[in-house]
């Protein structure tokens, strides 16, 4: 992995365990931004970091995934986390073919609208070029008015299965690269 600059003035580096508390923060303010917005379903209520289990699973992100921060003038903005396929937890199958998965992509929603989210999903295209991979997937809540979805159509990728877990709508979406 090395630093690449995109648009916008937004670097990119590798993430490491010290970017745990960062990263923390971002999903605190997003849950806060939606919550302020009426958007309760996508991650509910609870600020992440109070969340049961939320800060070990933010600190395997940077441990055992492939994290990546973005940053504009050395501030922590975003956070990309790649891994090999989708999480355990959730009823996707794996693609049946080598794949990166975008595990986590967050941004500091006091950034917003400067293409911090779409920077790191360009690094995460990148990535899985270098690593000699033709697919990226991800998935996403699919409630509200689509615009998650939407998003990500507009970065390039391609709904492909819809899913439930309990009772949150997901959608798989996938880009090809080669």
């Excluded at 049961?52 to 940077?62: A, D, S």
Aim: charged share 20%; aromatic share 6%; proline share 8%.
């Amino acid at each position: 992995m090395r630093d690449t600059t995109h648009g916008n003035g937004i670097s990119i580096r590798p993430g490491a365990p010290a970017d745990a508390s960062a990263i923390l923060a971002m999903l605190d303010s997003a849950v806060n931004w939606m919550n302020a917005r009426g958007n309760t379903e996508q991650w509910g209520t609870i600020p992440y970091s109070q969340r049961p289990g939320g800060p070990e699973r933010v600190e395997r992100y940077t441990t055992e995934n492939d994290p990546h921060i973005a940053e504009l003038d050395g501030v922590p903005v975003g956070a990309l986390v790649l891994d090999s396929g989708p999480s355990p937890q959730m009823p996707i199958a794996p693609a049946g073919e080598p794949e990166r998965y975008v595990r986590l992509l967050v941004s500091d929603r006091r950034y917003a609208g400067r293409g911090i989210g779409a920077a790191l999903l360009a690094h995460a295209a990148e990535e899985t070029r270098r690593a000699g991979v033709d697919l990226l997937r991800v998935d996403c809540w699919a409630g509200g008015g689509g615009e998650l979805v939407a998003f990500y159509e507009r970065n390039g990728f391609t709904p492909t299965e819809r899913f439930l877990s309990d009772s949150w709508p997901g959608q798989v979406l996938a880009r090809r690269l080669g």
